[in-house]
Each structure stands twice: as structure tokens, then as C-alpha cells.
């Protein structure tokens, strides 16, 4: 089976032709600046089109178009719901109607991060369980749950993919998304800076010197700066104490981390199993923590199972 696949994200947007669990082609646009999805539509059709040409394959060969999206999205009325301020004037468009128009291809659309389990369900980590939860540390926190083989997504589509969202402090930071102390404005990419300016020692810190990133976080807390190992535990333990939130919300065999603060999964996993096996109520044993294995290719390879409905709530 065939199909087109767009991962659009905050910057940047992948256009690819998928086979089973192969990426066949694939073309990145960058996204950087947009001021809505409106203006792009017509570059991510040129795109799709010019990887069909590369591969020699033919809009008729292909089952339909999956469009993985950052933002809330219903997956039946095959329209974007909210967005968290990128891409505003999603939820006026007529996708359906323009992938029709453009690639006369059937369409389907999903949230990101439910994309992304589906892709990892159908070719990677999670492949061969049914009960899973997935989060992916990244600029933000995204989360994703399935229930007995089939994506949690709830009457307004919110179900399961708001995991980042979970409070972890009632006390703490005000989040993008209007919360007090959400796991994502305590340890997420967007939120790190301020984390780290507001520790105690900041200015002699070999954070001061550099762009706030968890790449330079790991790396100064391995060499012993201070800041940098007080703030790295602090967020192991925001991500600790998510893990065993989301255990209970949603009862999984295997809790997925991907995103690309995963580079130092060798120091995160270990801490993450250890809380979970000494913090989580799970009578009938112990969930698995482990590490998302397909990367920035979830999303994509996530649109066979979308378009074949495997994972239909």
C-alpha cells in the first residue's frame, strides 16, 4: 500500500510518499515565518507531486493523502479544531476540499502526536502492544494514548493528546496554554530558558554564555556546572512525575519517550523506570519505559494505519 504523508510542524513541513513502513520520498519545505497554512498549501501540493514524479507513481496508486498536524484536530470531520498560535487559520480551511482539488486523492488528517504513535504502533517501539502511552519531549511536551489497539481521542478530539498539559505543580509556571504548572511549562523546550535564568547562580553558569538548549543543559550538567545538574534533575523529575500520572490516567503496558531530548536516553530511561516502578499503582506488574525508535519518521509512517482506519476510536 501507497500513500502521501505531510508532517507539518512549527518550522518546517515533510512531504513524503510512504510504502508500508518505508519512506520511499521524501521533500522538507521550511515553514519559518508563515503566516498561516493558507498561503503554503499550494508549495505542500507542488511537493507531494514532485516526490510522486521522483518515485514514478501515480496519485491513482496511492491510497490518500495523511496530513499530520500540530494543533487540535478532528479526525471525523477531517478538519483542525485549535491551534496554539501557529498556523491561526487552520481551523477556517477546507482541506478535504483542497487536497481533492489538488491531488484528487482521498484525505485524513491527525493531531501530531497521535500520528506519531501510530507510525511507532505500526513500525517501531510500540509495535505489538495495544496499550500504549507516548510522549515527546520537544520544543513542547506532546502526549498520545491507545486503549486496546485504538487511539484515545474523546467527543472534542482532545482525549489522551494533551499529556504535556498534565499539572505538575498547582504552584508553578503560567502555560501557553492557560494552566498554572503543566509539565510543559516546567520542562519543555519553549520553557527551559526561564527555568534556568531563575535558578539560583544563573549568571556564573556555563549556561549564561550559550542558546538554552536541553543538548547544552546535558551537556554542562555532565561536566559538573551546578545550574546545569540542578536544573537537569529538576526536569527528570517533571518527567518523572508525568510518567506516573499518565500510568494511571490511562493504564499502558509501555510508556513511549521520543523527541530530541531522547539523545540522552541513556540517563533519562533509567530514571524514568526507576520512579515509575517505585511511584506508579500498577497491581498487575510493571510498565515498561522505553525509547521511540523512528524519530522525526513516526508521523510519516503513522499514515498507513491512519488511512486503513487501524486504530479507529
Not at 97 to 120: H, Q, T, Y
Not at 180 to 208: D, H, K, N, Q, Y
Not at 233 to 251: K, M, N, Q
Request: with cysteine.
Amino acid at each position: 500500500m501507497r500513500a502521501l504523508a505531510v508532517d507539518l510542524g512549527g518550522s518546517h513541513a515533510t512531504c513524503a510518499l510512504v510504502e508500508d513502513r518505508t519512506i520511499i520520498r521524501a521533500k522538507t519545505l521550511a515553514t519559518e515565518g508563515s503566516v498561516g497554512l493558507g498561503p503554503i498549501l499550494p508549495s505542500l501540493a507542488a511537493a507531494l507531486c514532485t516526490v510522486m514524479q521522483e518515485a514514478e507513481t501515480g496519485a491513482s496508486q496511492c491510497a490518500g493523502l495523511a496530513f499530520c498536524f500540530c494543533g487540535l484536530v478532528d479526525h471525523a470531520q477531517a478538519k483542525v479544531i485549535s491551534t496554539n498560535a501557529k498556523y491561526d487559520d487552520a481551523p477556517r480551511l477546507d482541506l478535504k476540499g483542497w487536497c481533492e482539488k489538488s491531488l484528487g486523492v482521498p484525505f485524513a488528517i491527525e493531531n501530531d502526536a497521535r500520528m506519531a504513535l501510530l507510525g511507532e504502533s505500526y513500525a517501531g517501539a510500540a509495535r505489538g502492544f495495544d496499550d500504549v502511552v507516548m510522549v515527546t519531549l520537544g520544543t513542547g511536551i506532546g502526549g498520545v494514548a491507545m486503549i486496546q489497539g485504538r487511539l484515545l481521542r474523546g467527543k472534542h478530539s482532545q482525549a489522551g493528546c494533551l499529556g504535556g498539559h498534565f499539572p505538575v505543580l498547582f504552584d508553578g509556571r503560567q502555560c501557553t496554554c492557560g494552566a498554572i504548572g503543566c509539565a510543559e511549562a516546567e520542562a519543555a523546550g519553549w520553557s527551559l530558558p526561564e527555568v534556568c535564568r531563575t535558578t539560583r547562580g544563573f549568571a556564573s553558569s556555563s549556561l549564561a554564555k550559550d542558546p538554552i538548549t536541553f543538548e547544552r543543559l546535558f551537556g554542562y550538567a555532565e561536566e559538573g556546572d551546578p545550574v546545569a545538574v540542578e536544573v537537569r534533575e529538576r526536569c527528570l523529575a517533571v518527567w518523572a512525575a508525568l510518567t506516573v500520572g499518565l500510568i494511571h490516567a490511562y493504564d499502558p503496558e509501555v510508556v513511549i519517550f521520543g523527541g530530541g531530548v531522547m539523545k540522552s536516553a541513556s540517563m533519562i530511561l533509567p530514571y524514568l523506570q526507576s520512579y515509575a516502578n517505585r511511584h506508579a499503582w500498577t497491581p498487575w506488574g510493571k510498565v515498561t519505559v522505553r525509547c521511540a525508535e523512528l524519530g522525526s519518521r513516526a508521523g510519516l509512517l503513522g499514515a498507513i494505519p491512519l488511512l486503513q482506519g487501524r486504530a479507529a476510536s
